[in-house]
T-cell receptor
Framework: KAGVTQTPRYLIKTRGQQVTLSCSPI?????VSWYQQTPGQGLQFLFEYFSETQRNKGNFPGRFSGRQFSNSRSEMNVSTLELGDSALYLCASSDWGDYGYTFGSGTRLTVV | KQEVTQIPAALSVPEGENLVLNCSFTDSAIYNLQWFRQDPGKGLTSLLLIQSSQREQTSGRLNASLDKSSGRSTLYIAASQPGDSATYLCAGGRGSQGNLIFGKGTKLSVKP
């Protein structure tokens, strides 16, 4: 069974640009959630999608957005990048929250 | 607001020692508790999931327990090995609410 696939693995962007990250969940999983990890703040929840609907949202500015497609693949978009957006972005896949979450390898975003 | 605290923040032990990592949470309404391992620059690897109806889970040399009434979980690692060196994260889940609340982690170093 394939795991959670995140692409790309690494990105370097310039301040002010926008970026799109992709996450393909485990086959059959309908929930995809996104997290930002930084050395100072640790892992922080961005949002969660379930069957194409945003079900839960963390405390991040509106520059951070996401969506989920009918095949459960999800994308996360960050507009008007700031230096502080440099982080490891992780996505997690779940069949249902009760059964735990499986994480991808992450996308390392560097904003210069 | 749910908060998760992990103690100690860092731990260095000689190979072969048994050790305990601690995790405490403020909201006893958490549904399940998941322990992860993270190697530097990598994603999260799920180690153990304690579901809402369970008190304990075991996998190989790892044993995790959950006491909701006291707001605590422990991860016990038996006969530690250098390959166990990593950051260990605990996370509380709210089931269908779709997100995990993470502690800041315990960085474990096992010396040969």
């Amino acid at each position: 069974k394939a795991g959670v696939t995140q692409t790309p693995r690494y990105l370097i962007k310039t301040r002010g640009q926008q970026v799109t990250l992709s996450c393909s969940p485990i086959s059959g999983h309908r929930s995809v959630s996104w997290y930002q990890q930084t050395p100072g703040q640790g892992l922080q929840f961005l949002f969660e999608y379930f069957s194409e609907t945003q079900r839960n949202k963390g405390n991040f500015p509106g520059r951070f957005s996401g969506r989920q497609f009918s095949n459960s693949r999800s994308e996360m978009n960050v507009s008007t990048l700031e230096l502080g957006d440099s982080a490891l972005y992780l996505c997690a896949s779940s069949d249902w929250g009760d059964y735990g979450y499986t994480f991808g390898s992450g996308t390392r975003l560097t904003v210069v | 607001k749910q908060e998760v605290t992990q103690i100690p923040a860092a731990l260095s032990v000689p190979e072969g020692e048994n050790l305990v990592l601690n995790c405490s949470f403020t909201d006893s309404a958490i549904y399940n508790l998941q322990w992860f391992r993270q190697d530097p620059g990598k994603g999260l690897t799920s180690l153990l999931l304690i579901q809402s109806s369970q008190r304990e889970q075991t996998s190989g040399r790892l044993n995790a327990s959950l006491d909701k009434s006291s707001g605590r979980s422990t991860l016990y690692i038996a006969a530690s090995q250098p390959g166990d060196s990593a950051t260990y994260l605990c996370a509380g889940g709210r089931g269908s609410q779709g997100n995990l609340i993470f502690g800041k982690g315990t960085k474990l170093s096992v010396k040969p």
